[in-house]
């Protein structure tokens, strides 16, 4: 268990609809990463925050957005869903490490959207 | 941009032999963080190894270690002693040193990944 949790586990929904996922990083960890791993695609970096903040965009559609709030969870929703969309999608935390040092991101389990 | 090739989709080892996963990667940085990542049937992101591009040593996590070339931009993922539990997906990936990303710690860039099939 990595301490990270991903909420649902899996999501089933069709074309057009909107969808929220949301990610509960370890305690302590500032930094959020969100990853979407496809057949096609493999595993792209979407987005990440710090601390309540947007900190870097990866290949991440106009249609998907992302916040992280106060207590640091964060979420991700995806909107006018398309079939191309489903794909597991994971949350990543890790500490600040704002000296430089390497510190390791811990995944959590992941959501596994299917639209169709 | 950086990159992450992984040429070998698939691979096949017998069981308590000695397998070598391959990964290249492409960047004008001299700082950075390569790691292999484990993806079993369950779909966790497991981390196996990780390795510092500015230390020389290789390396080693028990059963695990890698070959680093920094000149070649070359990073395989050795394995022996190859048991069942180690068939997965292996993913290789780069990550930028804070030093070159503003301090902060950046995400990771994968391969597309290889499948890792282990003969009992």
């Known amino acids: 268990d990595s301490g990270v949790t991903q909420t649902p586990k899996h999501l089933i929904t069709a074309t057009g609809q909107r969808v929220t996922l949301r990610c509960s990083p370890r305690?302590?960890?500032?930094?959020v990463y969100w990853y979407q791993q496809s057949l096609d695609q493999g595993l792209q970096f979407l987005i990440q925050?710090?601390?309540?903040?947007?900190?870097a965009k990866g290949n991440i559609l106009e249609r998907f957005s992302a916040q992280q709030f106060p207590d640091l969870h964060s979420e991700l929703n995806l909107s006018s869903l398309e079939l191309g969309d489903s794909a597991l999608y994971f949350c990543?935390?890790?500490?600040?490490?704002?000296?430089?040092?390497?510190?390791?991101?811990?995944f959590g389990p992941g959501t596994r959207l299917t639209v169709l | 941009a950086q990159t992450v090739t992984q040429s070998q989709p698939e691979m096949s080892v017998q069981e308590a032999e000695t397998v070598t996963l391959s990964c290249t990667y492409d960047?004008?940085?001299?700082?950075?963080?390569l790691f292999w990542y484990k993806q079993p049937p369950s779909r966790q992101m497991i981390l196996v190894i990780r390795?510092?591009?500015?230390?020389?040593q290789n390396a080693t996590e028990n059963r695990f270690s890698v070959n680093f070339q920094k000149a070649a931009k070359s990073f395989s993922l050795k394995i022996s002693d190859s048991q069942l539990g180690d068939a997965a997906m292996y993913f290789c990936?780069?990550?930028?040193?804070?030093?070159?990303?503003?301090?902060?710690?950046?995400?990771?860039?994968f391969g597309k990944g290889t499948k890792l099939s282990v003969k009992p």
């Open positions: 990936a780069y990550r930028r040193s804070p030093m070159n990303y503003g301090g902060s710690q950046g995400n990771l860039i």
């Open positions: 390795q510092e591009a500015y230390k020389q």
């Open positions: 305690s302590g960890d500032l930094s």
């Open positions: 990543a935390s890790s500490v600040a490490g704002t000296s430089g040092r390497l510190v390791e991101q811990f």
């Open positions: 960047t004008s940085e001299s700082d950075y963080y």
């Open positions: 925050y710090y601390n309540g903040e947007e900190r």
